[in-house]
Nanobody, 117 residues
Framework: QVQLVESGGGLVQPGGSLRLSCAASRNDFSIYIMGWYRQAPGKQRELVATLTSGRSTTYADSVKGRFTISRGNAKNTVDLQMSSLKPEDTAVYYC???????????WGQGTQVTVSL
């Protein structure tokens, strides 16, 4: 079992930047994959970016070139640097993790990101 806790959401103007962070409750081993999904009102949850323990990254086309996912300074933490934010980036952002391939997914409680004037 592992708990994921997000921080860093908030309100930002279009073109602005925000940094989200997620920390896992366990650091006795390296989590296989961590990342971020988001869900806007009335829409399905969608992938934003993921990062494996082997440093392989995946990004949604809509955020490529604007968002950067990276491991945090502490073990089993992951950050999402979001730049050039657009109103369509408004959503609840969820931290995601999987301890090993083909195992259960873990989710954080979500943090709201609102991009608006």
């Amino acid at each position: 079992q592992v708990q994921l806790v997000e921080s860093g959401g908030g309100l930002v103007q279009p073109g602005g930047s925000l940094r989200l962070s997620c920390a896992a409750s366990r650091n006795d081993f390296s989590i296989y994959i961590m990342g971020w999904y988001r869900q806007a009102p009335g829409k399905q949850r969608e992938l934003v970016a993921t990062l494996t323990s082997g440093r392989s990254t995946t990004y949604a086309d809509s955020v490529k070139g604007r968002f950067t996912i990276s491991r945090g300074n502490a073990k089993n933490t992951v950050d999402l640097q979001m730049s050039s934010l657009k109103p369509e980036d408004t959503a609840v952002y969820y931290c995601y993790g999987r301890l090993a391939p083909m195992t259960s997914d873990y989710w954080g409680q979500g943090t709201q990101v609102t991009v608006s004037l």
